[in-house]
């Protein structure tokens, strides 16, 4: 990507997400995001078509960035590690995570939100993941673990004073890894 491009479209981002940092994202509009960004709305549009589609790319550039450059070599230790920088980016716009994953959300963002972490996810169970999986299709058993993850982000959202994203982080990385939700299995009784 030709680097103007990639400054520009970066700037967008950081504009979109500094405002809603300040006020909600339906008092927001293009002409907003364009001013903070430095940009007039022609510009704008060579890049978006709209606010929703600028949101779905910035919230993929924060997931992109904090990946890096391969998904495919992503180790257990470095997928905390991300998780940690992503929901630290969480935490700092709480109030927009809130929106966005709350019960009148974007349903069209919370799919992408979860699309994309079942690809991360489903990449991870093909190079050698969780081995107890077997007999559950890679794809559901990714759509399942993402659904929890972001129910759980969603649920750490909803908590007053918000807990750390370093608290955060074990929780959802529990609910990922699945160690520790069940400790054993109970006896019938009777």
């Not at 939100?113 to 559901?140: K, N």
């Amino acid at each position: 990507m030709d680097p103007r491009i990639a400054r520009t479209r970066r700037s967008l981002r950081e504009a979109l997400f500094a405002l809603a940092r300040k006020r909600p994202l339906d008092e927001i509009s293009v002409s907003d995001i364009a001013e903070r960004a430095g940009v007039n709305r022609s510009t704008y549009y060579q890049h978006y078509s709209d606010k929703n589609t600028l949101l779905a790319d910035a919230l993929d550039a924060v997931i992109d960035e904090a990946i890096g450059a391969d998904e495919a070599a992503i180790t257990e230790e470095e997928g905390a590690r991300i998780l940690l920088e992503y929901l630290r980016h969480v935490e700092a716009n709480a109030d927009l995570y809130r929106m966005l994953l709350g019960e009148n959300g974007s349903a069209a963002i919370q799919v992408r939100m979860s699309r994309r972490l079942q690809s991360i996810i489903v990449a991870a169970v093909e190079r050698g993941g969780p081995q107890d999986l077997v007999g559950v299709p890679t794809e559901l058993a990714a759509a399942a673990i993402s659904g929890a993850a972001l129910a759980t982000v969603r649920a750490w959202l909803d908590i007053d004073p918000l807990p750390t994203a370093d608290v955060a982080s074990d929780w959802v990385w529990t609910v990922i890894t699945g160690s520790g939700l069940i400790s054993e299995v109970a006896e019938p009784t009777g």
